[in-house]
């Protein structure tokens, strides 16, 4: 990786990590190595992003194999180097992935203080959130930069942490009988509840320039939380965050935009897809029909019809002059409204062509 073509043996390793995650068992002291990597400039950050990725994947198989008797230290040193990772201003991708990897790492047996960890830093930027918006929505640039990071540390923490370590750390606390992931769940989804309240607030009525890196936190939140794409009594809602984004004339709010629909929908599918029917239910082999009959079960259908009412907004998106990361966003997205059963193919030809 040092001496080669960093980014391509990166993107191989990132994928032994998804596919032949024992493959790097044996190498966890060098990835752990990578998380403190302070070389600076571009090839310390491909290091450490390299790191949480190959982790963030590998991490299940690797406790599953360490038993009951894993590598304690390394386990700190890794659990310390991530905190670490996540106190400081790395931008955007990293930190996400430095998030993600916390998570992955508290949701499994290895490092109980993990869950301890995330929750402290959710609760620091949801009191962040909260002081924004008391305050009038006003903050210099510099605080605008520390509010997005602890957006991304919130919104990837509400999509990717279990309840289940949460219950582990609040038996151990407790000395209880292990009955806490109920009330673990239920912190979780109150917590993503109001940050995303917060969020849609900041999104509307805060500084433009915030925008861009605040609205993909709220499309983290609503991967997992499906039901909070539901309408709010006034207006103000996650669908009107959505429609004011893919209609400003500012292309890059309107790219974020479409790639946050974009990636909620393939989510959505997702969902549909892993609750597939069985063969003897009447679909035959055709994944429309699977993939509707799925939408009729009450998970993500109420999500998906709210958002099937921005195609207008999308299909606007190509009739204009716009970047072609924005029309790719917005084809994917189309074609998740239509695998999902909400477009046809033929009501988007035209603007297509």
């Not at 004011?244 to 890059?252: Q, R, V």
Request: hydrophobic share 45%; proline share 5%.
């Amino acid at each position: 990786l040092l001496a080669g073509d960093a980014a391509a043996t990166a993107a191989v390793l990132e994928e032994l990590g998804k596919t032949f995650p024992a493959a790097l068992h044996g190498h966890y002291e060098t990835l752990v190595d990578w998380l403190g990597d302070r070389s600076g400039g571009p090839l310390g950050q491909l290091l450490a992003k390299t790191a949480c990725r190959t982790l963030a994947d590998s991490l299940p198989s690797w406790a599953a194999s360490a038993g009951p008797n894993p590598n304690h230290k390394l386990v700190q040193k890794m659990r310390k180097r991530l905190c670490a990772l996540l106190s400081e201003d790395h931008g955007s991708g990293l930190t996400r992935l430095s998030a993600e990897c916390l998570c992955a790492l508290a949701n499994t047996s290895l490092a109980e203080e993990a869950a301890t960890d995330v929750m402290r830093l959710v609760s620091s930027a949801e009191k962040a959130l909260k002081a924004f918006v008391h305050r009038g929505l006003a903050m210099d640039a510099p605080a605008q930069r520390r509010l997005c990071r602890q957006a991304w540390i919130l919104g990837t923490a509400a999509e990717h942490l279990d309840a289940a370590p949460l219950g582990r750390a609040a038996q151990g606390r407790r000395g209880g009988d292990g009955a806490c992931d109920g009330a673990a769940d239920a912190a979780i989804d109150a917590v993503a509840s109001s940050c995303a309240g917060l969020l849609v607030k900041i999104c509307l009525q805060g500084p433009p320039t915030l925008r861009p890196s605040i609205v993909p936190c709220l499309g983290f939140i609503l991967r997992r939380h499906a039901h909070l794409v539901q309408a709010v009594p006034g207006g103000g809602d996650v669908l009107d965050v959505l429609l004011m984004g893919l209609s400003l004339a500012e292309d890059t709010c309107k790219a974020r935009t479409a790639e946050t629909l974009a990636s909620l929908l393939a989510r959505y599918e997702s969902m549909a897809e892993q609750d597939v029917p069985g063969s003897g239910e009447g679909t035959a082999g055709d994944w429309g029909a699977t993939v509707a009959k799925c939408m009729q079960k009450p998970k993500a259908s109420e999500a998906v019809q709210r958002l099937s009412t921005l195609q207008p907004q999308v299909l606007q998106l190509l009739r204009k002059t716009v970047s072609e990361v924005t029309a790719r966003h917005a084809v994917a997205a189309l074609a998740c409204f239509s695998r999902l059963g909400v477009l046809h193919p033929s009501s988007a030809l035209p603007d297509l062509v």
